[in-house]
């Protein structure tokens, strides 16, 4: 596709389940971002795969979030035994890592609204 | 540590004013500075990309300017529109640090 797809786009869970959400990159884009965003909050970073590297996971909350990216090009995000206050929209970002430069305009996805009741 | 702030965090105005939002940053060392708009329960929507060695952007009335010495952007809309209604934000991204978000200031055009 064009752009940054996320799946599902909504997800309702009972506390303790675990989840996956999933986001596909757009095609050729290095970098991926993974961000939370709670009611009424700013975009809080969660972690960052860039190519074949170790992928940066200083933002991720607890040890029950973990992510992976297959390939080099889709990821998915785990949470495991959710909580209440994992409740939040999680988006997902791509873009090209220049060599120097940093990272490059990000696009990102329309998200997940995951609800935990 | 990179701060970024956002200042205001709400914003009216009427429509077919031009219009000037803040984004100041406490490390001057960085790569480069996005704007983007969110509109409600949705994503983020890419507005401009400026990077360290530019001082402004332009992409029709949108301008975006950069003054690193300062720690400041500035975000100007012109002849504002109903349809600019959003939340603006602006994200940093550092050599020493990972891409940090401003809270956003929430614009809102009356008719």
């Known amino acids: 596709g064009a752009g940054v797809s996320q799946s599902p786009s909504n997800k309702v869970t009972e506390k303790g389940k675990d989840v996956e959400l999933r986001c596909d990159p757009i095609?050729?884009?290095?970098?991926l971002y993974w961000y939370r965003q709670s009611l009424g909050q700013g975009l809080e970073f969660l972690i960052y795969?860039?190519?074949?590297?170790?992928?940066?996971k200083s933002g991720l909350p607890s040890d029950r979030f973990s992510a992976e990216r297959t390939g080099g090009s889709v990821s998915t995000l785990t949470i495991q035994r959710t909580q209440q206050e994992d409740s939040a929209v999680y988006l997902c970002?791509?873009?090209?890592?220049?060599?120097?430069?940093?990272?490059?305009?990000?696009?990102f996805g329309p998200g997940t609204r995951l609800t935990v009741l | 540590k990179q701060e970024v702030t956002q200042i205001p965090a709400a914003l009216s105005v009427p429509e077919g004013e031009n219009l000037v939002l803040n984004c100041s940053f406490t490390?001057?060392?960085?790569?480069?500075l996005q704007w983007f708009r969110q509109d409600p329960g949705k994503g983020l929507t890419s507005l401009l990309l400026?990077?360290?060695?530019?001082r402004e952007q332009t992409s029709g009335r949108l301008n975006a300017s950069l003054d690193k010495s300062s720690g400041r952007s500035t975000l100007y809309i012109a002849a504002s529109q109903p349809g600019d209604s959003a939340t603006y934000l602006c994200?940093?991204?550092?050599?020493?640090?990972?891409?940090?978000f401003g809270s956003g200031t929430r614009l809102s055009i009356r008719p």
């Open positions: 970002a791509s873009s090209l890592q220049i060599a120097g430069r940093g990272r490059n305009e990000q696009f």
């Open positions: 095609s050729g884009h290095t970098a």
């Open positions: 795969f860039q190519g074949n590297s170790a992928p940066d």
């Open positions: 490390d001057s060392a960085i790569y480069n």
């Open positions: 400026i990077q360290s060695s530019q």
């Open positions: 994200a940093v991204d550092s050599s020493a640090s990972k891409i940090i």
